[in-house]
């Protein structure tokens, strides 16, 4: 019979509490959930108020994954969910985690957390984040992705934008950039003509194709995941990876000294000592007065 844990007042059964879930290391699905309580704080800040996908791994990376964005069979009544419009008019919901009772029911489930750059209590895709995923293909490494990150930074701040930085928890590198509410298509194409321009201004790193053949070397400059139906990781969660690894945020300094990709690994157990020493290096994001609006007559 699973433990019943309560938390903030709901009975959440946990089970498979000593299930390995990260072979590398012999992580277990109970530590996943501690880490996950250690860093509720942060992690529901970012994820707060955002419909989320789940990317489940219930026998971890090595077993069956699978992303879904509808609420899962059994998920309790007092689990918060959003409308969220699809194609044609059509409407689903999707999960809002918004509290520790909440997170740790979805953390239960074995799931990395994949947020939109908009918020449920504001129209559908009005965007108040814009993200670039950085995706070196081999035998490019985080290490490259970091030099374009620099590059973008410089280009970011000339329009008056402030960029922060984390791992992907996966090989690549994030940029997030605070702005005011700012409908999708726009952020969207304010983000491809950024990567048009560091193709250009980078030719041998970059490319903006998601075209396979066009990446060995380079460096993607994903500026896809700004669209409304789009999710990227969020920043703290775990990954379905060999190792439990973080999507961590990183100060300019570390990109700017990273000389291997070994340096801007971080696994759960890093977490904790990162935010005491740190913070949370991302807080910018959620403060509304330090959000910019793109440049004008710079979006489709």
């Keep these: 019979m699973s433990p019943i844990a309560e938390v903030e007042g709901r009975r959440i059964a946990l089970s498979n509490l000593e299930k390995v879930l990260y072979p590398a290391t012999g992580t277990t699905k109970g530590e996943l959930l501690h880490y996950l309580a250690a860093v509720a704080g942060p992690l529901l800040r970012h994820l707060r108020g955002r419909p989320l996908a789940f990317l489940r ?3 971890g990376p090595d077993g069956q994954t699978f992303f879904t964005k ?9 689990v918060a969910t959003a409308e969220v419009p699809r194609h044609e008019g059509e ?4 999960i809002l985690v918004q509290d520790l009772a909440s997170l740790m029911w979805a953390g239960n489930l074995v799931v990395e957390f994949h947020a939109p750059m908009w918020r449920a209590d504001r129209a559908a895709g009005l965007a ?4 670039f995923d950085l995706d070196p293909g081999p035998p490019a490494t985080i290490v490259h992705c970091c030099a374009v990150a620099e590059w973008l930074r410089e280009r970011l701040h000339a329009d008056g934008l402030s960029a922060y930085a984390k791992t992907s ?7 997030l950039i605070p702005v005011e509410p700012t409908p999708s298509p726009e952020t969207t194409g304010y983000a491809r003509k950024l990567a048009l321009e560091a193709t250009a201004a980078v030719p041998g790193l970059v490319t903006s194709k998601m075209t396979r053949s066009q990446r060995p070397g380079k460096v993607f400059v994903d500026f896809s995941q700004n669209a409304a139906a789009k999710t990227t990781a969020a920043p703290y969660t775990a990954r379905a990876r060999r ?18 990709p070994a340096q801007l690994v971080f696994r759960i157990d890093d977490i904790t000592p990162r935010l005491d020493r740190h913070g949370d290096l991302l807080e910018p994001l959620l403060d509304p007065e330090l959000a910019r609006p793109l440049p004008a007559g710079e979006t489709p």
Excluded: A, M, Y
């Design 91 to 94: 409407t689903s919901r999707q």
């Design 70 to 78: 509808n609420p899962p069979p059994g998920t309790p009544d007092w």
């Design 169 to 175: 928890g996966s090989k690549g590198l994030h940029l």
């Design 128 to 131: 108040d984040r814009l993200v």
């Design 57 to 59: 791994f219930p026998d």
């Design 243 to 260: 190792e439990p690894t973080v999507s961590t945020p990183i100060t300019w300094g570390e990109v700017e000294g990273c000389e291997d």
